[in-house]
């Protein structure tokens, strides 16, 4: 299907705001933008001055949340929310994350002032990536309810809290409940880059996300024995770094063997870690993720053993601990078919895929049905300045975002499927 010359102006200005808000940010040259930044403030008010022109009315909830308003036909009417997160990692792209609440926007722009049986709420994230306080979604968690004492007294790098980094952006800690979702709600849907090759690899501008993989996040730790690298034999060595290395060999063909399965050992930090000492511990992080939870916790109880095993044959002496297990997700099943629909009706082959990587959806999917919509990321590249997006593919999400506007609106059926939130 061609795109139309309005389409692709829309999908232009898509393009270049994206670009824009990217200069909003700590870094000089480089792209980065932390929970309750002062970068993040101007990153607000940019998009309020888009907004402005079409009577929209914008807040900033008490957890930092772009929150923006378009009635419905009727008040009164259940409300579609379309968001992402506007925080960014260190040295990020212009394209992860950002560019859901920009195509949000420009779908609104896009009804040129009609109204829908539904509204629609744009939701610029506070916070996802869990970069400054790590701990990720603390945006969402505040739209769920899911903000807690604990949660408020984690402290950044520099000893900053939750609840002070809160306040020192000029928002209020007692006002975080009213943040939570209120009355009926349609569904939430995200558009976010694929963060990964599979649609590049596929040939497909579009996919729709049938669900979010699980993740463990573990460490584990070698203990051996110090000693000089020059005057002792190899046979009487105990080594945590040979050790782990055997073992990181082991998690590699578990992955391999487990369709769907991936596991990553993302830091190995070995002690005292000089050129002339055989380490006597070294520490290491294990990721593991699969959509099926059953599959991924049987391949961690199998590396638990593996590394076990790998250190009595050396011996050495092994630890590991959970640093997180978060359950798989399933999008909502109705709402992943009108993506699918839509994709169909803008003109691109339907898919559906599962998301590796964790997103907001994923919290609202508590309270609210939810999906996601994955634009192909060129070369796999995300987290990076060269992160980039094709045109044509922006304008394919913005058609199919429009075809999905038009599916809701249509099916008074649909429209019943609300959840009080």
Not at 257 to 267: D, E, F, R
Request: net charge negative.
């Amino acid at each position: 299907m061609p795109i139309s010359d309005e389409n692709r102006a829309r999908t232009k200005t898509v393009m270049d705001r994206c670009r824009k808000l990217a200069g909003f940010s700590e870094q000089s040259g480089a792209t980065s933008r932390p929970f309750l930044s002062p970068p993040m403030r101007d990153c607000h008010q940019e998009i309020a001055e888009w907004l402005e022109p079409l009577g929209v009315r914008v807040e900033i909830d008490a957890a930092g949340n772009l929150r923006a308003h378009y009635p419905a036909a009727e008040a009164g009417a259940p409300r579609l929310l379309v968001g992402s997160h506007l925080d960014t990692v260190p040295d990020a792209g212009a394209f992860d994350g950002a560019l859901g609440v920009v195509l949000g926007i420009a779908l609104l722009e896009s009804l040129e002032g009609q109204r829908l049986p539904f509204g629609i709420e744009i939701v610029g994230f506070s916070e996802e990536e869990g970069v400054r306080f790590g701990t990720p979604f603390i945006g969402s968690r505040a739209l769920v309810g899911r903000v807690d004492e604990e949660l408020l007294r984690r402290e950044d790098a520099r000893g900053i809290s939750v609840r002070a980094a809160i306040e020192d952006f000029g928002l209020k800690v007692a006002e975080i409940p009213g943040a939570r979702l209120k009355g009926e709600i349609l569904g939430y849907v995200e558009f976010h880059i694929e963060q990964g090759p599979v649609l590049d690899e596929l040939g497909l501008p579009l996919a729709a996300v049938e669900a979010v993989a699980g993740q463990s996040k573990m460490e584990f730790t070698f203990f051996g024995r110090a000693n000089h690298a020059g005057t002792t034999p190899m046979h009487l060595r105990r080594d945590s770094v040979a050790g782990a290395a055997e073992w990181i060999a082991t998690v590699e063909r578990e992955a391999n063997s487990v369709p769907g399965l991936v596991a990553t050992v993302g830091t190995v930090e070995p002690k005292p870690g000089v050129t002339n000492v055989i380490a006597r511990e070294t520490r290491l992080t294990l990721d593991v993720r699969h959509r099926d939870d059953e599959v991924r916790l049987r391949a961690v109880d199998r590396l638990i053993r593996r590394a076990e095993e790998v250190a009595v044959r050396r011996g050495l002496n092994v630890t590991q601990h959970t640093l997180m297990s978060l359950p798989s997700v399933a999008m909502d099943a109705v709402l992943v078919e009108q993506i699918e629909e839509a994709i169909r009706q803008a003109g691109s082959k339907p898919h559906r895929m599962v998301s590796g990587a964790g997103h907001d959806a994923m919290i609202l999917a508590e309270k609210v049905p939810a999906a996601m919509v994955f634009l192909r990321t060129p070369g796999g590249i995300s987290h990076s300045p060269e992160e980039t997006v094709e045109m044509d593919d922006v304008a394919k999400a913005l058609e199919a975002g429009s075809r999905l506007l038009e599916l809701l609106a249509g099916s008074p059926a649909l429209q019943r499927r609300v959840k009080r939130a």
